[in-house]
């Protein structure tokens, strides 16, 4: 059973970057589409980028041209490369996967989740 395990979470001032890691355990990421969603507390989850089989990515608006998202077959991990970090960008990121999606920003088209690492970002 595929399982993901996240890391890199950090406390980071205004301005900074981050690369947070996203570690599949079983399977080679080819066969995954692959995303990245956050939580802030007393907010919904809010889609942040995802990587299709097909290669193709998506952004979500508060995050385009601040964040790449990018994948390493050979390691089974995926990526979140985050720079112009603010501090609305503060929340608690999740790596997600799936065989098969139709709309990849939907979480609800994803079945396996990691537990998640906090990105805090002070002013």
């Known amino acids: 059973q595929q399982r993901l395990e996240e890391s890199g979470g950090a406390l980071v001032q205004a301005g900074g970057s981050l690369r947070l890691s996203c570690v599949a355990s079983?399977?080679?990421?080819?066969?995954?589409?692959l995303a990245w969603f956050r939580q802030a507390p007393g907010k919904e989850r809010e889609f942040v980028a995802a990587?299709?089989?097909?290669?193709?990515?998506h952004y979500g608006d508060s995050v385009k041209g601040r964040f790449t998202i990018t994948k390493d077959n050979f390691v089974n991990t995926a990526y979140l490369h985050m720079s112009g970090l603010k501090p609305e960008d503060t929340a608690r990121y999740y790596c997600?996967?799936?065989?098969?999606?139709?709309?990849?920003?939907?979480?609800?088209?994803?079945?396996?989740w990691g537990q998640g690492t906090q990105v805090t970002v002070s002013a």
């Open positions: 079983e399977r080679s990421l080819s066969d995954w589409n």
């Open positions: 990587l299709t089989r097909s290669t193709s990515t």
């Open positions: 997600a996967a799936s065989q098969g999606v139709y709309n990849p920003t939907w979480d609800a088209e994803y079945d396996v």
